[in-house]
T-cell receptor, first 116, second 114 residues
Framework: AQKVTQAQTEISVVEKEDVTLDCVYE???????LFWYKQPPSGELVFLIR??????QNEISGRYSWNFQKSTSSFNFTITASQVVDSAVYFC?????????????FGEGTQLTVNP | DGGITQSPKYLFRKEGQNVTLSCEQN?????MYWYRQDPGQGLRLIYY???????QKGDIAEGYSVSREKKESFPLTVTSAQKNPTAFYLC?????????????FGQGTRLTVV
């Protein structure tokens, strides 16, 4: 069965610090997809990134970067020079290709608080 | 603007009542989903639908029912059989069920049993 673990329940940083959110996953599939979503206080989930299991290239988008390592089954998310607006709950999620596509299994989320 | 609309934003239910949560999308997406979120927990899948008039149980379907009579609409009914319905409910849609595309979420409905 697929599983996603986000061991950090809460993280608190001061503005401009870098912060890394950890995500470890379990799957028996060789083809799978990993996602990160942001949930601001308003409640809706905002899509950040999607990565398939065959693409281990790290990605950078502005202040955000993602480190995908199949060897350790991890897909960590780093925010550089954090800002107060980054405060939110961040979810890592996994979708297995063999189990009807877009069904997502979510981790428990990491509450990030960026203090001024 | 394209998106997903959930209503109401807040809903109060008395013990023994059925309530229906609305979810409408104008993204022309085939697949739609209902998730439940409890404090400090991730999202758990209740039901999903790939096409009109078809839907499948997710991981926690007991006490819930859905319908998919139109592509745009996927309402969720929380029945009296659901023993602990107080939670935050999120509706989502994606282009289809097999491409592993990203899902788009509504703003959620917070249901409280009084």
């Amino acid at each position: 069965a697929q599983k996603v673990t986000q061991a950090q329940t809460e993280i608190s940083v001061v503005e401009k610090e870098d912060v890394t959110l950890d995500c470890v996953y379990e799957t028996r599939d060789t083809t799978y997809y990993l996602f990160w979503y942001k949930q601001p206080p308003s409640g809706e989930l905002v899509f950040l990134i999607r990565r398939n299991s065959f693409d281990e290239q790290n990605e950078i988008s502005g202040r955000y970067s993602w480190n995908f390592q199949k060897s350790t089954s991890s897909f960590n998310f780093t925010i550089t020079a954090s800002q107060v607006v980054d405060s939110a709950v961040y979810f890592c999620a996994l979708s297995e290709a063999r189990t009807s596509g877009s069904r997502l299994t979510f981790g428990e989320g990491t509450q990030l608080t960026v203090n001024p | 603007d394209g998106g997903i609309t959930q209503s109401p934003k807040y809903l109060f239910r008395k013990e023994g009542q059925n309530v229906t949560l609305s979810c409408e999308q104008n993204l022309n997406h085939d697949a739609m989903y209902w998730y439940r979120q409890d404090p400090g927990q991730g999202l758990r899948l209740i039901y999903y639908s790939q096409i009109v008039n078809d839907f499948q149980k997710g991981d926690i379907a007991e006490g819930y029912s859905v319908s998919r009579e139109k592509k745009e609409s996927f309402p969720l009914t929380v029945t009296s059989a659901q023993k602990n319905p107080t939670a935050f409910y999120l509706c989502a849609s994606s282009r289809d069920l097999y491409m592993n595309t990203e899902a788009f979420f509504g703003q959620g409905t917070r249901l409280t049993v009084v």
